[in-house]
């Protein structure tokens, strides 16, 4: 028996604080990149950018991640989540130790409350899974969707233990191979493994969902999950053994895999029954271009041409940003729509229903601010690229200050959403 | 279906899917509608398992027969099978989204 979506959903005190955190997390790494816009032109093993980059990857797309899973795992798995009270201290955790760990790396401090906040993220990490596992165990429901968030819940795991791991390098040295190739593997197993993988499993649910498409080859998914994963395993083993011909093949055999999931997604964007595409999914539409951008800036830097060896580090840098920022936080953004709005909408008018004409969740967040979140976001994104491309500092504090207006608008209409008041005209 | 039960069919044109726009009889989503005595009972699916606007159709629907059936008792089945596919548009509900 299937259940309507807001029949098993945890209480709103769990799920929106992920968003109204999230969101907080998001501005402050605009604002940095708008003060020190410098850390985006020089190699990406510095202080700063490892600052933010994981200000904006634990701060705000892990966190929200959280939050939306929370709501988003009865419905995929059909039972209630095993524990609210984990799903707080993994908030506590994840928020304290995300802070104290950029602290930490700001300043290149790494003493003890580096390791306290790696404790912390763990710790985070762990309760989370074991809230989403135990929830796994008590669902008889097999499908795709639940193997992708199980499967990128243990890369989860596993990009936080490199990173414990990496941290205790630092201090103690005792990793054989260099740390800079450890960094890579943490942040790819941590972007693909992780981020991918659940936005693979979430989205192959949702996206559908929201443009009303049937019919859709399912086998895509399954091709993608294996490609993805077997990549991954040999490229972690790849890295460990320093064997570089299997990394770049392991490369190839992942985006074989995204690629699929793509065709999943165009075959899902193409059948769609609801033509008009509404605010979010049109930030989605952009995220998803911007992804395969990023696909194609990754096979150039595996292609070891000299003219592409010349500006590695641009190259690099590129690469991150319009993966974290041009897609997953973009999409993020996009998708914060299609499900902030309806939490809210459940928690204020679920009781009232039939009482009288209520407004529907698009209602709780202003349209035109939302438009103008997405030119700004838009206009910020291409300047910025334009900057790191040529390295000019003064391009990149401009595109970063609308990025910086744009998240401005955006955390606006997460406040008003959840700041939402009922409001029943009469029956 | 008898005479009855068709009024009330009609009727379900008044309920619109909100995400959609377009009213849930057009979509299909009304399986069957059935009166006996002082019950009627209606069938109804949604796009998708986990269509977050489904309990505001579900209700609107209630609410819409209960108003013009005051004297009857009126019972809702979300039902998943069959599965709801495009082909359970009528040509009405074709044009309005477009796939005419």
């Known amino acids: ?427 | 279906m008898n005479s009855e039960e068709a009024t009330v069919f009609e009727l379900l044109k008044g309920v619109i899917d909100p995400e959609l726009m377009v009213n849930i009889i057009d979509l299909g989503l009304i399986y069957d509608v059935k009166i006996i005595k002082s019950k009627i009972d209606i069938d109804l699916t949604l796009t998708s398992a986990g269509c977050p606007m489904g309990e505001m159709i579900i209700e609107d629907v209630k609410q819409l027969v209960e108003s013009n059936y005051p004297s009857f008792e009126v019972n809702v089945n979300l039902v998943w099978s069959p599965v709801w596919t495009l082909a359970c548009l009528t040509e009405n509900g074709k044009t309005a989204l477009g796939q005419g």
């Open chain 1, 1 to 427: 028996m299937q259940h309507l979506a807001g029949q098993n959903a945890p209480s709103p005190f769990v799920v929106v604080p992920h968003f109204a955190i999230g969101a907080a997390f998001w501005l402050v790494v605009s604002l940095l990149i708008v003060l020190f816009p410098d850390s985006l032109s020089q190699h990406f093993f510095n202080p700063k950018l490892l600052a933010m980059t994981h200000l904006l990857v634990l701060g705000f797309i892990t966190m929200v991640i959280f939050g939306a899973l929370y709501q988003l795992i009865p419905v995929i798995m059909e039972e209630k989540l095993h524990s609210e009270k984990l799903a707080i201290s993994s908030l506590f955790t994840l928020t304290s130790g995300t802070i104290f760990l950029a602290y930490s790396f700001w300043n290149s401090s790494f003493n003890n409350l580096l390791f306290f906040s790696a404790f912390l993220l763990l710790l985070s990490v762990i309760l989370f899974a074991v809230n989403v596992f135990k929830t796994g165990l008590k669902s008889v429901k097999k499908n795709t969707e639940k193997k992708f968030i199980v499967t990128s819940l243990l890369w989860l795991l596993f990009t936080v233990l490199i990173g414990v791991l990496m941290t205790l390098n630092l201090v103690f040295p005792f990793l054989k191979i260099s740390h800079l190739e450890v960094l890579k593997l943490h942040a790819h197993v941590g972007i693909i493994g992780w981020i991918l993988q659940l936005i693979i499993g979430v989205g192959s649910k949702l996206l559908p969902m929201f443009m009303v498409s049937h019919n859709l080859n399912e086998k895509k998914l399954k091709i993608a999950y294996y490609l993805i994963n077997i990549g991954l395993i040999v490229g972690t083993i790849s890295v460990f053994l320093e064997i570089g011909f299997f990394v770049n093949l392991s490369v190839i055999v992942v985006i074989i895999g995204v690629l699929s999931f793509l065709s999943f997604i165009y075959e899902a964007f193409s059948k769609r029954i609801k033509k008009k595409l509404d605010i979010g999914m049109k930030q989605t539409l952009i995220a998803f271009l911007t992804f395969v951008i990023s696909l194609f800036l990754v096979l150039l830097i595996i292609s070891k041409i000299s003219i592409f060896e010349s500006i590695s580090i641009q190259l690099n840098i590129s690469y991150i940003v319009f993966l974290l920022v041009g897609f997953i936080s973009s999409l993020i953004m996009g998708q914060t729509y299609k499900t902030l709005p309806f939490i809210i909408w459940l928690k204020v008018y679920r009781n009232k229903l039939g009482k009288g004409k209520i407004p529907l969740p698009i209602e709780l967040y202003s349209r035109n601010i939302a438009t103008a979140q997405l030119l700004m976001f838009i206009l910020g994104f291409f300047i910025l690229m334009i900057g790191i491309v040529i390295t000019e500092n003064g391009c990149i504090r401009l595109g970063a200050s609308f990025l910086l207006l744009s998240i401005l608008l955006y955390n606006y209409n997460i406040y008003k959403i959840i700041l939402h008041k009922s409001t029943i005209y009469g029956k």
